[in-house]
Antibody
């Protein structure tokens, strides 16, 4: 059974930094592209960033480009999202998502339970 | 880039069919066959219902079907059931090498 367990969320002030982690199990982690998707309170889904199987290709939404960095450690079956210069509009539940095939096709067949990030002064 | 356009809400009675539209541009929905649909119940993570415009993942009911015409993709749910009441989101690959979601549609089963 695929399991994606996010951690690292919390309450921060604007301008601070945070690193989210996603521990993966139940599948060959190094064979799949991975993605972060977020959902602000009462709002819709927003694609944040994606990374291919070996970490050699990364992609970002314009809203986070230059502030967030996605990475992975295939030896630890773990996905990361380094979030810098946080803003109030980054407040959301962040989901770790596995791509069924490809990376940017949006075939997200497994989702974590999400971790809450709140940015407020 | 703005979200794909979905109706805010749709409703139907049990047994009926409903269709949710997802409108984009030739740079996303119209340009690629990489449209997916997700179902999200309150407080839960989204679930993949349709991928590649019209393909159903294993385990998804055949009451769910997808299609596309031009810049608009559609999700049709036939034989509506109470458990189908949820939020639905479309997504598409874009020419900017990103992914974009629709704004979401709340389905109410009357």
């Amino acid at each position: 059974e695929v399991q994606l367990l996010e951690s690292g969320g919390g309450l921060l002030q604007p301008g601070e930094s945070l690193r989210l982690s996603c521990a993966a199990s139940g599948f060959a982690f190094s064979s799949y592209g991975m993605t972060w998707v977020r959902q602000a309170p009462g709002k819709g889904l927003e694609w944040v960033s994606g990374i291919n199987e070996n970490g050699g290709a990364t992609y970002y939404a314009d809203s986070v480009k230059g502030r967030f960095t996605i990475s992975r450690d295939n030896s630890k079956n773990t996905l990361y999202l380094q979030m810098n210069s946080l803003r109030a509009e980054d407040t959301a539940v962040y989901y770790c998502v596995k791509s069924m095939v490809g990376l940017l096709r949006g075939y997200f067949d497994d989702w974590g339970q999400g971790t809450q990030v709140t940015v407020s002064s | 880039q703005s979200a794909l356009t979905q109706p805010a809400s749709v409703s139907g009675s049990p047994g009926q069919s409903i269709t949710i539209s997802c409108t984009g541009t030739s740079s996303d929905v119209g340009g690629y066959n990489y449209v997916s649909w997700y179902q999200q119940h309150p407080g839960k993570a989204p679930k993949l219902m349709i991928y590649g415009v019209s393909n159903r993942p294993s385990g998804v009911s055949n009451r769910f079907s997808g299609s596309k015409s031009g810049n608009t993709a559609s999700l049709t749910i036939s034989g509506l059931q109470a458990e189908d009441e949820a939020d639905y989101y479309c997504s598409s690959y874009t020419s900017s090498t990103t992914l974009i979601f629709g704004g979401g549609t709340k389905l109410t089963v009357l």
